[in-house]
């Protein structure tokens, strides 16, 4: 299994619409967990942290199951500006380093 | 607001030849890191640095590769002797916490080697 896997999509909805992108991880012993998003031949940048009780930040939610090592992110009333590929991030916390998925390819429709 | 800075944006180099890639981190961050992502591929964890030490390397990080923080702003990766291989986009990220806190990226160095 993979250390962190998620589907590549792409993934087309029309502007408006939700979407959610799941994320698996191996390692149980995993700790920290984030989300960034990657617009081409760009760096990634920090979307938002993930947290154990699930949190919000504007139209983005990002929710943790611990039990089942998934993590998951909603983006609710999606603009064209959301087109990106969104990147898992997991840390196992005994270790410095990230492990990033191969990210989930988003295209908002006008 | 505070950024980590990368340069150059583009190297090209000839196969076999040595390239230094410069990064500034943010200026009150303790952790450095280094990633490179191959076009199309996903992004690959090389080497962490703390404290003037490499924490952490991943079996990319190899003898070929150094990582240095020569003074107080600046941390460097080398790459001994290129390789085709080695054609790919290197990204700097530093970090106040370590690696289960967030981690602020640089804009990234296009290494391509001929």
């Known amino acids: 299994r993979k250390e962190v896997e998620q589907d590549p999509g792409p993934f087309n909805v029309p502007e408006g619409a939700t979407v959610a992108f799941n994320c698996t991880y191996s390692?149980?012993?995993?700790?920290?967990f984030f989300w960034y998003r990657q617009d081409c031949r760009k760096e990634p940048k920090l979307l938002m942290s993930?947290?154990?009780s699930g949190n919000e930040d504007g139209r983005f939610t990002a929710q943790l199951n611990r039990a089942s090592q998934y993590i998951s992110l909603l983006i609710r009333d999606s603009k064209l500006s959301d087109s990106a590929t969104y990147l898992c991030?997991?840390?196992?916390?005994?270790?410095?380093?990230?492990?990033f998925g191969k990210g989930t390819r988003l295209h908002i429709l006008p | 607001e505070p950024e980590v800075t990368q340069t150059p944006s583009h190297q090209v180099t000839q196969m076999g030849q040595e390239v230094i890639l410069r990064c500034v981190p943010i200026?009150?961050?303790?952790?450095f890191y280094w990633y490179r992502q191959i076009l199309g591929q996903k992004v690959e964890f090389l080497v962490s640095?703390?404290?003037?030490?490499?924490?952490?390397k991943s079996e990319i990080f190899d003898d070929q590769f150094s990582v240095e923080r020569p003074d107080g702003s600046n941390f460097t990766l080398k790459i001994r002797s290129t390789k085709l291989e080695d054609s790919a986009m290197y990204f700097c990220?530093?970090?106040?916490?370590?690696?289960?806190?967030?981690?602020?990226f640089g804009p990234g160095t296009r290494l391509t080697v001929l």
């Open positions: 640095f703390y404290n003037n030490e490499i924490s952490e």
């Open positions: 993930v947290y154990s």
């Open positions: 200026s009150n961050h303790l952790y």
């Open positions: 990220a530093s970090s106040d916490l370590g690696a289960r806190n967030e981690q602020f």
């Open positions: 390692n149980s012993a995993s700790q920290s």
């Open positions: 991030v997991v840390n196992t916390n005994r270790d410095d380093k990230i492990i």
